[in-house]
């Protein structure tokens, strides 16, 4: 057994590729502190029990753009996890790759926060619509070093044309939520909210 360790792991080492489990292990640490920091903006009301609807009322926006944003990061989680699961060692270069992706998965707590306390604002729409497209646009890097790396499970023309495309209607929905933001800010507003649950139900086939 220990030969066969031994074996694998100078087999992951060669031609500059490494095990995958440091950097899944940093990934999953900056999603789980990007989950908890969410919620890290939403204060219990204040004042009396005679004041406890008005004020969920008027935390009712951040409390909206907290749910949105753990949907959106658990969506990204998820992507995230299938394309390591495919992967058979990381090189440098995906390393960086990585380390990209999970500073835009950083930046959302605060962009939420942003979006929470002026919610119809054309420039709060705009600066979460563009941190959604740098997530996007990133973890499409991911995927793409992975793959012209030759490090990961060769997916059919299918299925590559599949991945490409999903991405690439990803990224146009969010620039043209922030279109929106400066013409029909509600209209930004709902595209953002409808980015979660549409993705979800239209995947329909094994991503990676």
């Given at each position: 057994?220990?030969?066969?360790?031994?074996?694998?792991?100078?087999?992951?080492?060669?031609?500059?590729?490494?095990?995958?489990?440091?950097?899944?292990?940093i990934?999953?640490?900056?999603f789980?502190?990007?989950?908890?920091?969410?919620?890290?903006?939403?204060?219990?009301?204040?004042?009396?029990?005679?004041?406890?609807?008005?004020?969920?009322?008027?935390?009712?926006?951040?409390?909206?753009?907290?749910?949105?944003?753990?949907?959106?990061?658990?969506?990204?989680?998820?992507?995230?996890?299938?394309?390591?699961?495919?992967?058979?060692?990381?090189?440098?270069?995906?390393?960086w790759?990585?380390?990209?992706?999970?500073?835009?998965?950083?930046?959302?707590?605060?962009s939420?926060?942003?979006?929470?306390?002026?919610?119809?604002?054309?420039?709060?729409?705009a600066?979460?619509?563009?941190?959604?497209?740098?997530?996007?646009?990133?973890?499409?890097?991911?995927?793409?070093?992975?793959?012209?790396?030759?490090?990961?499970?060769q997916?059919?023309?299918?299925?590559?044309?599949?991945?490409?495309?999903?991405?690439?209607?990803?990224?146009?929905?969010?620039?043209?939520?922030?279109?929106?933001?400066?013409?029909?800010p509600?209209?930004?507003?709902?595209?953002?909210?409808?980015?979660?649950?549409?993705?979800?139900?239209?995947?329909?086939?094994?991503?990676?």
């Amino acid at each position: 057994m220990r030969g066969d360790g031994s074996s694998n792991e100078e087999r992951l080492r060669t031609g500059r590729r490494y095990r995958t489990d440091r950097t899944e292990g940093i990934s999953d640490g900056v999603f789980a502190v990007s989950l908890t920091l969410l919620i890290l903006d939403v204060r219990p009301p204040e004042g009396g029990v005679s004041q406890l609807v008005h004020g969920l009322v008027l935390i009712a926006p951040r409390l909206g753009t907290f749910a949105l944003s753990f949907a959106i990061v658990a969506y990204y989680w998820l992507v995230h996890h299938l394309i390591f699961a495919s992967l058979r060692g990381v090189k440098v270069a995906l390393i960086w790759a990585n380390m990209l992706f999970l500073f835009t998965i950083a930046v959302l707590p605060f962009s939420t926060a942003v979006l929470g306390r002026y919610s119809l604002a054309p420039v709060a729409l705009a600066i979460y619509g563009a941190n959604l497209a740098a997530c996007t646009s990133t973890l499409a890097g991911v995927w793409f070093v992975a793959d012209h790396s030759h490090i990961t499970e060769q997916p059919t023309v299918s299925q590559r044309r599949y991945i490409v495309r999903r991405f690439g209607v990803q990224l146009i929905v969010a620039l043209l939520g922030i279109a929106c933001a400066f013409l029909a800010p509600a209209l930004a507003l709902s595209i953002f909210v409808a980015l979660p649950i549409v993705f979800a139900l239209t995947y329909h086939r094994r991503y990676y």
